[in-house]
């Protein structure tokens, strides 16, 4: 190697070989989880790249095509259902999920004698099985005598949606799922954000004579910003790949009112064994969440900036 | 993905001590109070409903459970469905595998995490941070994205239909580095260097000082990733296929589609199903919201 | 010096690549110590089946192979029946070793055998003994066979003699669709605070598509579907008019035929004759006391004979079977006598024809005995559920989607045949 004919000084070499000693010794650290990270997702995540460009169904030989995948995914009308309703979902989960999680959040973060029962309570819809929550939100939502609808008569609504029964309204009935199931994660977020604001800001306010929902707007959410800004980008990457919830819930259906991206790729990559297709498909969801995340950077940079 | 955002502080600086000062009389204050738990209630009750319905279903007749009015509690509570259900359904095996994935999964993401992390944390070398980097990166990729490639490499490898499959795609998650590390960034470093010059080997500084010190960032870590694995659909849905490896989730989701008019048992086994996460869950929660305060992210 | 470092930091990496791959060589072999057979020469034979629990003809075949041969224990795989086509197709691409596949359908059959999946077993078929298997013409794949059927069925029309009775009507002898049609709609009451629909059109796409083919002669593989238009409009009509289950419902709740019928929440009921060893075994445990007959499919107007659609099923051997010989014992034994008098004693009606199994097939308990349902049990003509050639599966992949987009209501009849053909024609036939 370089370094042994170029004979450095005595000082030199100590440094150097020092510096070897940490290499080794960091690499040694980090190699048994990176050997398995490294073989199970960095390899996998450069090979989809190249799928996008291959034809290849599982029993065949791959054949390099180019864009064509690409070409064939404007021409497919089930890439762009998905892409809508994709889009649907996440219009929908990101802010009712934030809503949500800060309400709960605000409410919760008081001293109160059990209000650690609460956060649990709250918490709790988080840690329950995927399975367990699709099959009692199925049956909450059956359209003549789910305990929703009930409810829904007793308040008056004489013709209530048929949820999950019917096209317009199973992705909404999804949605409210999925929020349910989330905010109590990303409750836990605000509440480690709401620690962080002095106490005294408030107290300073209230002086002045401001009321609850000034402070809230003046105070709350502008000293919760990093936060919340963790929260929406995290909110989104989740969004975007929304699938274990819809196959058990829905399966994509009823016809294909709830597919969603994630789940065309696991369609035709799994389940058809068109793995160049599937992984172009894949490669447009992660082109779409990455332009997202750096827009939601950017604008983040810019609002900082002011 | 080039950088992910601040995570919220792991540790809140104390809150101004004492009392807020007592500019109201009492009167107003109790009524505030009893206001403040009316709310909170309300709103328990809301994210709770599903569960009790859950469990009122689970103790009924099956033609009993989609009423119309609703009944909340059961006419007769039939117990007797909790021990039924064994006899139709594997669930011990069922149990186990889920048990047994987690243990195995949770094991080595944490031995493997926390090892990594140190070297990320405390070990200086060239290209760390980039390295990092690329760890963190992976976390902002949908796992859909390369659900296929993995899935190539597995069946190659013949391990589809093998817990080999389950075990080596979710051990070596990138979560379990970044939890681990954040925490290990505020413990100082100097006591890392006192270490050092008293001669101890990184080795040794990782296993005499850094572990102990971190056994609740452990525990958080070990929590999360017991639930995610137990709670995993997809995973198992993909790679396993004999019956006797199923964990609970396959074996409720195939119960479902089998008997999908036997309400109350299907609501017997999602209870069951449940059981588990919820005295693991009851049993370390303050780790559980302190992890993810720490990282902030999902595994 | 800074290249030189970089220059061993990636043979250092490379070097880890190469540990790396060593690494998960030598896993796999820890991985795949189960498959070895077990050293006293006893065999476990895996085969995919789907809702083992209630299929009961599959545990009357694995008995009675079983007992013909002591030395091979089966090993079901179960699977569930939704997700069987989907989940095999993965097992089968995945590489799975599972030995006998059961061929649910025709369209997977040839998907499977045109990938090279299954194992060519035209060894089995030889003439003296298969001529009378009847449905095995539609697995010959030019001229060699990759799976033998064991079990032959036909569509008729279930109905509850109770609700009949109530209306105070008779089953026709022979009704068309309008007549159904009518018949659904006036049978649709309240029992006990439930409602009981008309009829119940399960979720599958041979419910409209494949019976409308075999009445009209239209040609599924075609790319012209204006044949199916009849069918969808009485279809359709009788769901708006609440007289079946529609079809939303009955995918979000995950809806069973057999729960729909056998809990009287419906009156008649389309459906493959397998289903009659279900209804038995249900009454025989005391499951059910649904009180059931059987008539001939309504036919078209003016058709003369009775013109319905069936499908035989088959066990085919894995390509990558790790017992390929015992397989192929097991497919044998359950295409022939032994396996046929072992389905027909739970109801199922076998492929095998010969009389003494027909006979037997009739004298058991429970079956309904009146005129219309000996009637309704020799049909005209049946018609294979779907044509085999090497688009099957993509143009069933393509009519399933379409179909369930017409009966949701997200597209108009006349524009979901118009999408059917035209992508039919632009994605497979092209």
Known sequence: MAHVITQPAPEDSRRRRRAWRGILIGWSFILPNFLGFALFTLVPMLAAFALAFLKWDSYNTPEWVGLENFRRLLRDENFFVALRNTLYYAAGHIPLTLAAALGLAIALDRKLRGVQFFRTAAFFPYITSLVAVAVVWN???????????????????????RWVASTDWAMPAVIVTSVWRDMGYYMVLFLAGLQTIPKEYHEAARVDGANSWQRF?????????????????????????????????????????????????????????????????ALVLFVIVLTVTVVQFRLNERRSDR | MTALPDAPPAVAPPRSPGRSPGTRSRGPRLVRTALAYVCLLAVALLVLVPFAWMVSSSLKRDNEVLTVPIEWIPREFRWSNFAEIWD?????????????????????QVLTGSFAAYGFSKVRFPGRDALFLAYIATIAVPWQAYMVPQYIMMQRAELTDTYWSIILLQAFGAFGVFLMRQYYMSIPDDLCEAARIDGLSEYGIYVRIMLPLSKPALASLALLTFVNTWNDYMGPFIYLTSNDLWTVQLGLRSFVGQY?????????GAVLSVLPILVVFLFGQRYFIRGIATSGLKG | MIASTRAGRVRRFARFAGAAVALTLALTACGRGSDEPASDGAVTLTVAVWNLAKTPEFTALFDAFQRANPGITIKPVDILADDYPDKVTTMLAGGDRTDVITMKNVTDYSRYSNRGQLLDITDLVTPTDTSKLAGLPAFNVSDKYYALPYRQDFWLLYYNKKYFEKAGVAM??????????????????????????????HTWRSVVQAIAAAQTGGDQLGGDYSFFKDQYEMALGLQKDGATLDFGTATSQKSDYRTMFESGAT????????????ILEQKQKGATDVDWALAPMPQRPGATGVTTFGSPTAFAVNKRAVHADAAKKFVRFAAGQGGAEAISKVGVVPALQSPEITKAYFSLKGMPADELSQKAFQPDKVVLEMPVSEHTSDVDTILNEEHELIMVGDKSIDEGIRSMGDRVKSEVLN
């Open chain 3, 267 to 278: 009156a008649m009921l389309p459906m493959g004759t397998w289903y009659i060893s279900g």
């Open chain 1, 139 to 161: 049956m909450l939502f059956n359209p003549t005598a789910g305990p929703v609808n009930q409810v829904l008569h007793a308040f008056g609504v004489d013709d209530p949606p």
């Open chain 2, 88 to 108: 139709r359904i594997p669930m011990l095996t069922y149990l186990g595998n889920s048990a047994f994935l987690s243990v195995a999964i949770t094991v080595l």
């Open chain 3, 172 to 201: 026709p002898e022979q009704l068309t669709w309008d007549e159904y049609a009518k018949l659904a709609r006036s049978l649709v009451h309240d029992e006990g605070g439930k409602k009981v629909y008309g009829t119940y059109h």
């Open chain 1, 217 to 281: 707007w003046r105070i709350t959410l502008p000293c919760l910003r990093p936060t919340t800004f963790f929260v929406v980008v995290m909110l989104t990457i989740q969004s975007f790949k929304v699938l274990d919830l819809i196959v058990v819930m829905t399966d994509g259906g009823p016809g294909r009112s709830t597919l969603v991206l994630a789940q065309l790729v696991y369609r035709e990559g799994i389940t058809k064994g068109r793995f160049g297709y599937s992984s172009a498909i």
């Open chain 2, 260 to 268: 999908d008019a036997e309400y109350a048992m299907i609501m017997t």
